[in-house]
């Protein structure tokens, strides 16, 4: 049964010593400032707490730089936290950057092949997702040219398939993905909700509220790294 157990999570960025900071200096996107004389660090995330079950939704809202993002690369474990614990059971996707590992000299079809060991696929997972990331791209005789070729339409509709082409258990996911023209968008749109109904858990940072709503049972306001408020 997937979980997601995170008990007063703390994470610190420490100043460079060759920065100057005035007495009284307001927050700064990310955090907080914290600390004094030379042991002056930025509070990213403060004594952040909650639990998820399987079926769990859980929306993360707040202006720039409340820690949303800092969030999502804790729970995915980008970043460890220097204090609290994260206890997570089941295997974590997440979509951040669906444009990471692409090579503008490959071929789409070897872009996939490089992504897909990114993401840890076995050469056997990559041979049998290769067939249906291509028909969703709808790249067609595309997909053996190289990326450099590409549009900017025609990037992102190879990356959108890749990127939604696994089964998730936890989904943690920064923004809603939508790509290329208005039918695309569509498809794309269908495929997000199908992946967010699959996942055991869904944690999504937005600043649409209405998405969150849509999408979401629990919402995790963060104001300045710590929690303002969880609805539940």
């Known amino acids: 049964m997937v979980s997601i157990r995170v008990n007063n999570v703390g994470l610190q960025y420490p100043l460079p010593r060759h920065v100057r ?15 004094l004389g030379g042991a002056r660090h930025v509070a990213a995330l403060d004594d952040v707490s909650f639990e998820l079950e399987a079926g769990d939704r859980l929306g993360l809202a707040g202006t720039n730089g409340a820690g949303k993002t800092t969030l999502l690369k804790v729970l995915y474990g980008v970043y460890e936290p220097t204090s609290g614990s994260v206890e997570k059971v089941g295997r974590v996707d997440a979509l951040f950057n669906i444009n990471l590992g692409f090579r503008r000299e490959a071929t789409g079809r070897r872009n996939i092949v490089l992504r897909g060991l990114i993401n840890g696929w076995s050469s056997g997972e990559i041979d049998s997702r290769m067939d249906g990331i291509i028909e969703f791209s709808e790249l067609g005789d595309f997909i053996d040219m190289p990326l450099k070729t590409y549009s900017a339409g025609m990037s992102t509709r190879l990356a959108f398939a890749i990127a939604t082409s696994f089964e998730p258990e936890i989904l943690l996911m920064d923004e809603w993905i939508g790509a290329g023209d208005k039918t695309f968008q569509d498809k794309a749109k269908a495929r997000m909700d199908e992946i967010v109904a699959r996942a055991g858990i869904i944690v999504l940072a937005s600043h649409n509220e209405g998405l969150i ?20």
Do not use: H, W
């Open 21 to 35: 900071l005035r007495n009284e200096a307001p927050a700064i996107a990310g955090g907080r400032f914290a600390g």
């Open 213 to 232: 709503k849509r999408v979401c049972n629990k919402v995790l306001t963060l104001e300045k790294g710590r929690v303002k408020e969880l609805r539940l």
